[in-house]
């Protein structure tokens, strides 16, 4: 039963009642809507116990005089005394070309890779690669810290500088962005990927040399940009697996400017769009029944001939046995020579030919 929570005199709100059936009539043309999110289950100590407040509430919770409990604040579940950050992705949906991504007491929805946020909706991109060397910034250790002051404000100079230069180029109407990668030693090197329109008409090649020639222009600008080292490549998303949405069970193909997904030898692809997103979700392939009762068959008849075989060597052993036992039986009527050359008759015969035909073994 769902009930308003704001609604004091709610069925909800009487408690245990007779529990005998009745038919109730809906009120005349009103509807009511409620969202129902069925678990995680709190459970509320009783007023009757001592005050859970005096203990330490958790970090993420916060006393309720009232009720004499810790409890945890939105986006996190648990006693009060002992809180767990709740995953709202097990209950959200995110929106076209979206994915949902847990954070601690709240979640986030962003473009799939291979998508980015353009004026509020998420639309396919082309990723391509370039360092760019600075001579008139000095490399240090806090510039490998992504939350440094110096690493904050040197990324807002140096994508101000980038997206400013490949805006004046050919790419105009097609550049959407540049993100920074990492900053490493030798002067300052700027690995950084210029997404562009997956529709754009781009050649790497030609992109470069606009942007040498802006560059030169400009005297190396402000970073002191090095005209020599200006490459624009294709970016391999493949080499940085968090980077692609591919199924653990599948394999990432680099393509020019994007990437594809293929499942692995042994999974079957069952993921939603498989002609235009394939490798996304793959499952192991299932087994045919088909086969099953003709292997089940052959095992049988397999563990038939092996118990056969073992039975007769048994009692091939056993027979040999008491043969030696007999020829030890006659040691007083014979000599030692005699009881020696008898005994070790059989095992002669039986090891040179195993598979002999005679009556002690068959």
């Known amino acids: 039963m769902v009930c308003l929570e704001n609604n004091p005199d709610s069925r909800c709100g009487q408690g245990c009642v007779d ?13 009511e809507r409620a969202t129902l999110v069925q678990g995680p289950i709190l459970v509320l100590v009783p007023n009757d116990t001592p005050d859970a407040c005096a203990q330490s509430c958790h970090l ?26 709740f995953d709202e992705c097990t209950i959200v949906s995110c929106g076209v070309h979206q994915r949902c991504v847990n954070t601690p007491g709240s979640h ?48 807002a100079e140096v994508v101000s500088t980038l997206e400013s230069l490949y805006r004046r180029t050919s790419l105009d109407g097609d550049f959407l962005s540049v993100t920074i990668i990492a900053f490493r030693p030798g002067g300052v090197l700027v690995d950084h990927v210029i997404n562009i329109r997956d529709t754009a008409d781009f050649s790497p090649a030609m992109t470069s040399d606009e942007v040498r020639a802006l560059v030169g222009k400009a005297n190396g600008t402000a970073l002191g940009i090095d005209v020599d080292q200006i ?9 940085e697996p ?8 599948a394999a990432c193909l680099n393509t020019d400017g994007s990437f594809s997904c293929s499942c692995i030898m042994g999974y079957q692809d069952k993921s939603p769009d498989v002609a235009s997103r394939p490798g996304r979700v793959c499952e192991l392939e299932g087994v ?7 292997a089940a068959g052959a095992a049988a008849a397999a563990a038939v001939v092996v118990i ?12 040999r046995k008491n043969k030696i036992r007999d020829v030890e039986g006659r040691t007083s009527e014979h000599d030692n020579a005699a009881f020696e050359q008898a005994a070790a008759e059989p095992e002669e015969t039986a090891s040179s030919d195993p598979y002999r035909n005679d009556e002690s073994c068959c």
């Open 60 to 85: 993420h919770a916060s006393c309720n005089p009232e009720a004499r409990t810790c409890v945890c604040v939105p986006g996190w579940v648990g006693n009060g005394v002992h809180c767990q950050d």
């Open 288 to 294: 045919s029944d088909s086969w099953v009762p003709a």
């Open 242 to 249: 968090e980077k692609t949405d591919c199924s653990p069970h």
């Open 231 to 239: 490459v624009i490549t294709d970016y391999d998303e493949c080499s």
């Open 19 to 31: 529990t005998r059936r009745r038919r109730r009539t809906t009120d005349g043309g009103v509807e």
């Open 308 to 319: 056969v075989i073992a039975t007769a060597r048994f009692l091939c052993r056993a027979k």
């Open 108 to 155: 986030v929805c962003e473009c799939i890779p291979g998508y980015m946020e353009v004026n509020g909706s998420c639309q396919a991109v082309h990723a391509y690669y370039s360092t760019f060397r600075l001579l008139n910034r000095s490399f240090s250790a806090a510039l490998q810290d992504t939350e440094s002051p110096e690493y904050i404000d040197l990324v």
